[in-house]
């Protein structure tokens, strides 16, 4: 049983954190510096709205994060950045994930995002299908900073941007001064294996005033919690299975031919290596001692890897400047997921015995996105009227595959059913190992046209808004073969012209408040679906013909209605952001699962209304301690209900999503002088994310949305600290993570199909402490 961190590693961690504190000399009481003054909160520049502004002048819910705050908080990840930022979700079952800004909530398994993800302004946009489940998340390693911009963004960032926008900001090279970055890990999990991390940025002129340069390299290893033992001889037997590789890679550029001239080409490269899911076999296991054993034959490994160069070029005319970004993405993703014990529940066949039975799906996916922006804007910061228009061109070809791999699949239908695959399903083996081969593609084309603009009607009042026209299409293709799915083939398309435009009016009593009110539109494109041809099962058209049409899906809006105010108050020493919104959301798109076609379809089921708040507060009320709170109320439930002919979806009052309706991040920091020029600090911070009590239409019996597989997640809650020592530059600290053991389980599923491959859920990380290491120059 491994509940405890082992002696030997404890004494390890204690030992080493030890020796690197006191040799800086930490005493025995630290002391203050009686003359240090009161600091004012740290002022920070965005670009959300593709000019630089303080983030106390943009009328928009935005949360915003440094280098130095996240590795503060230890957040490595999407997930990490999920639980301290109000409004934001991240939801991942190894196979899929899903990132939900405000309860505006996409699919997780097929269709369009709601929240867009961006690389500095190069947009990470996808389609999901087959092979292609999961959205492309940027790990966090030198960071200028991320910027999460709550409430739709679809004037300036698209259609992905319905319910809000997370950007990934990186350090443009230099041409003036040299800088770096450097960070160091290591951490155990109670129960689990060793996480570590060595990673290096630098960058500065080459010719002073002309070239200069940045690039980094990072490697991180995150240990897994999830031992398989297999239920079927000759299977895996393996601890600590879930773990992970991550390899990152930055290099850029910067030239200035002139004064007026910037150009910038980059690359970016990540590399995300999974040994298995972290999906655990919950009659197995035993969270509470954080015992988390999976059982199945094989393991599940994915691989998820993307290359992004791109070419920004800026010029500057005097009055305005000219920006062109020019991108290409190309990622290349692969999963599989042990399918041995579920094939035979989908031909009703008995369990197999024998690791010779095996069935493996794997699925495959590329993506390759060339996209183009111009825009120009004015560059006066004090005229009366500032404006960016632009132009924007996105194609994105992303290919499929979906197979099982069954080599052993005929000797089993003949020996379990007296029948070849042929006499009994009507079609043999696709490539003679494939029970099931299906691929699917999309082409995306976006041409579109943007105006953003604010006009000061008097020096405290203003009025900004902005516009886009957008012209979408896609083109979809699929095919299918092999015994459960028979043959098959489909084309289709889909075209719209969006219009999203957005308005605020804000008012600035003084340099250091703003109020504003706003509206947006949010919009998300439709589209065609698979063809159900149902596994082979004859009940399938049947099940479909009270459905309709089936083979597109439409287009779905929103209008989101936003009131808030941004505050320095107490010479700086007090920061308060705070908003509150209501959005109308038409035609949600939804997936509907058909059981007796074994498959499922996107459709426009109801209407949402969401309402909720964010309030952020930072202060230093007395010298040398800071105080923080972030948190967010969500409540997304349907407006109006939906059916398609004689069968009920959704009803009103029910909620749209699993979205916790409170997420809370608490913390306190308190710095203190050391001998020798150094100093140290101890930071605590809770983390709490509700369970959401409402009623589901997975949970209702009556609705056709009804799944009982489905489990709510529960309440999450993790307290952590760190203690950390920093001189010149040098910041080392020893952290604990999950301090009160949370063990809860999430995204659980329990489908009555023996073998189903997702039955079980995925741990939240138990206990775990380590050390960092960071240096800045």
């Known amino acids: ?147 999460v911009l709550r409430g739709p963004q679809g004037t300036l960032f698209g259609g992905s941007a319905m319910g809000g926008a997370v950007r990934f900001i990186t350090p443009q090279p230099s041409l003036t001064s040299s800088s770096g970055y450097a960070r160091g890990e290591v951490a155990d999990t109670s129960g689990g294996g060793l996480s570590y991390e060595a990673g290096a940025a630098v960058g500065g002129p080459i010719i002073q005033d002309k070239l200069g340069f940045r690039i980094s390299a990072d490697y991180r290893r995150d240990g897994g919690v999830v031992d398989n033992y297999s239920s079927i001889p000759g299977g895996v037997n393996q601890k600590n ?200 593609g999309f082409v995306d084309k976006e041409i579109a046209a943007f105006v953003d603009a604010e006009f000061a009607l008097t020096d405290q009042l203003s009025i900004a808004g902005g516009v886009r026209f957008s012209h979408l299409e896609q083109n979809f293709y699929y095919v299918g073969a092999g015994p459960l799915t028979g043959l098959a083939s489909f084309q289709g398309s889909a075209k719209s012209s969006p219009v999203t435009p957005r308005i605020s009016l804000n008012y600035k009593p003084s340099r250091d408040q703003l109020f504003y009110v706003s509206a947006a539109k949010g919009y998300r494109a439709g589209g065609a679906n698979t063809p159900l041809s149902g596994f082979a099962q004859p009940g399938c058209q049947t099940a479909l013909s009270g459905y309709g049409d089936t083979t597109t899906y439409a287009p779905d809006s929103l209008w989101s209605y936003e009131a808030g105010s941004k505050s320095s108050l107490f010479g700086g020493r007090v920061r308060v952001d705070a908003s509150a919104f209501h959005i109308d959301w038409k035609n949600i798109t939804n997936n509907v699962t058909v059981a007796a076609c074994s498959g499922n379809f996107l459709a426009n089921l109801g209407d949402a209304s969401v309402n909720g708040f964010d309030l952020g507060v930072t202060a230093n009320p007395v010298r040398n301690l800071t105080l923080s709170l972030a948190t967010g109320y969500t409540s997304a439930t349907y407006s109006k209900g939906a059916a398609l002919g004689s069968n009920v979806f959704t009803r009103k009052g029910e909620q749209i999503a699993d979205t916790p309706p409170w997420n809370v991040s608490v913390a306190a920091e308190y710095s203190f002088d050391l001998p020798h020029d150094a100093s140290g600090y101890v930071r605590v911070e809770d983390r709490y994310r509700s369970m959401n009590d409402g009623s589901f239409p997975f949970l209702n019996p009556t609705d056709k949305l009804y799944n009982p597989a489905l489990v709510v997640n529960p309440m999450v809650n993790t307290l952590n600290a760190r203690f950390g020592v920093t001189r010149q530059g040098y910041d080392i600290s020893v952290f604990a993570d999950n301090i009160l053991n949370d063990n809860s389980v999430l995204d659980i599923q329990r489908s009555p199909l023996i073998g189903f491959p997702y039955n079980g859920g995925h741990p939240v990380q138990p206990f775990t402490v380590g050390l960092t290491a960071t240096k800045r120059w």
């Open 1 to 147: 049983m491994r509940v405890q961190l082992t002696q030997k590693r404890k004494l390890c961690c204690s030992a080493a954190a030890f020796a690197l504190i006191t040799s800086v000399g930490l005493p025995a009481a630290a002391q203050e510096a009686a003359d240090k003054p009161v600091t004012q909160v740290e002022e920070i520049v965005v670009t959300a709205t593709k000019r630089a502004e303080r983030l106390l002048d943009v009328p928009i819910s935005i949360s915003a994060y440094d280098e130095k705050s996240l590795d503060k908080s230890g957040v490595r990840d999407v997930n990490g950045l999920a639980a301290i930022t109000p409004g934001l979700t991240f939801q991942s079952t190894g196979v899929t994930n899903n990132i939900t800004i405000r309860g505006v909530a996409a699919d997780a398994l097929r269709g369009p995002p709601t929240t867009a993800i961006y690389i500095d302004d190069v947009p990470l946009l996808f389609n999901k299908g087959f092979g292609t489940t999961t959205v492309p998340t940027p790990k966090i390693f030198d960071l200028d900073r991320i910027e």
């Open 241 to 440: 299975t879930d773990y992970s590789d991550t390899y990152a890679m930055r290099a850029a550029l910067a030239y200035a031919p002139t004064d007026n001239v910037t150009i910038t080409p980059s690359l970016y490269y990540q590399d995300v290596k999974t040994n298995n899911r972290s999906f655990i076999n919950e009659a197995a296991s035993n969270p509470h001692n954080h015992q988390y054993i999976a059982t199945n034959l094989m393991l599940s490994p994915s691989r998820d890897k993307f290359f992004l160069p791109s070419l920004n070029m800026s010029v500057d005319l005097g009055a305005v400047k000219f920006t062109s970004i020019t991108a290409y993405l190309s990622r290349d993703s692969n999963q599989t997921a042990d399918y041995t014990t579920f094939v035979p529940s989908i031909v009703n066949g008995p369990q197999p015995t024998s690791a010779a039975n095996m069935s493996q799906l794997q699925l495959n996916s590329t993506q390759r996105n060339f996209s183009q922006e111009f825009r120009l804007a004015n560059t006066d910061p004090n005229a009366r009227l500032k404006w960016t228009v632009g132009a924007f061109y996105r194609r994105s070809v992303v290919d499929g595959v979906q197979q099982i791999y069954s080599p052993n699949f005929g000797n089993y239908i003949q020996s379990s059913f007296g029948k070849t695959v042929e006499q009994k399903f009507g079609h043999g083996m696709a490539n003679g190992v494939y029970s099931l081969f299906s691929q699917q």
